[in-house]
């Protein structure tokens, strides 16, 4: 059980890499709370759904990889994103627009940062996940949307 604790804290914490750790969180963070606080939650509420398969999917890289971070979650929320932004942006207020194109600079930044530091595998999976998140919501585009 501790090798799971070990590989767990070692995951989230990139192995104490404190930037690394500064830089995903906030990201994520923007990518969460542009649901959380915005009408998006109404008008996409299977939003969640998508970021928990995101997270099951990164959990099974950190037991079966040994891959570190979070960077699935917030790329593939982030592709989301992007369906959730060209389809209801005629419904959006201009202050939620701008905090969606602040979060996506958020992204792009971390990704094009990742993208020097990191191996290419780290490039590839991110835009893997922000794919995945494109269709996961495409997907899920299907079903019924709650008028807001």
Known sequence: MNNFFGTLYGAL?????WTFVLINYIILAGVILIYLLTKLKKLNPKWWLITLLATILQMIFWVMLRAQGISIIW?????MLVID???FRIELQLKVK???WIVFLLVISGD???AIITPLITSIAHCSAI???LILRLIFNRTKVAKA
Request: proline share 0%; glycine share 10%.
């Open 98 to 100: 701008i905090q969606i």
């Open 131 to 133: 794919v995945m998140g």
């Open 85 to 87: 932004y060209f389809r």
């Open 112 to 114: 094009l940062y990742f």
């Open 75 to 79: 790329n593939a929320v982030a592709g």
């Open 13 to 17: 914490t990139y192995t104490e890499n």
